[in-house]
């Protein structure tokens, strides 16, 4: 038996699964962004610390922070990777029981913007305070 045609789901657009995928290639790429950003930080502190002890005349090496904030931005990316993952499964398993995409004002990518200013604002400080 049957559903009678106003009963049967409608069919998903292909559109909404594309976009979706499009939104998760999004997500992979800032993730990858952040992993080599932060590889780049962590090895630019390796390089200071190398200018350092060939030139003596700098009056201090730097602090080794670049290490930290650059390993953070490592293990951020693979987070970013993770939850884009979770989410993106969420979503296509939403949109295959009928249910309705609503965006909320505190998505992942409102608190990962908002995470990553933070971000800038210390790396900003730390230049600041090693350059003195």
């Known amino acids: 038996m049957t559903l009678p045609d106003t009963e049967q789901p409608p069919a998903m657009d292909p559109r909404v699964g594309l976009a979706a995928e499009r939104t998760l290639l999004a997500w992979f790429r800032t993730g990858l962004a952040l992993m080599g950003f932060g590889f780049v930080v962590a090895r630019f502190g390796l390089f200071l610390r190398e200018i350092a002890a060939t030139h003596p005349s700098i009056p201090h090496p730097p602090s080794g922070a670049s290490l930290w904030i650059g390993s953070g931005l490592v293990v951020l990316g693979v987070?970013?990777?993770?939850?884009?993952?979770?989410?993106?499964?969420?979503?296509?398993r939403?949109?295959?029981?009928g249910e309705p995409y609503r965006a909320s004002i505190w998505s992942f990518g409102v608190g990962m913007t908002?995470?990553?200013?933070?971000?800038?604002?210390?790396?900003?400080?730390?230049l600041i305070l090693e350059s003195r």
Not at 83 to 88: D, R, W
Not at 94 to 97: D, G, H, M, N, V
């Open 114 to 126: 908002l995470l990553l200013a933070v971000v800038g604002v210390v790396v900003t400080a730390n």
């Open 79 to 92: 987070v970013v990777n993770i939850v884009a993952v979770i989410q993106h499964i969420r979503l296509l």
């Open 94 to 97: 939403r949109l295959e029981r």
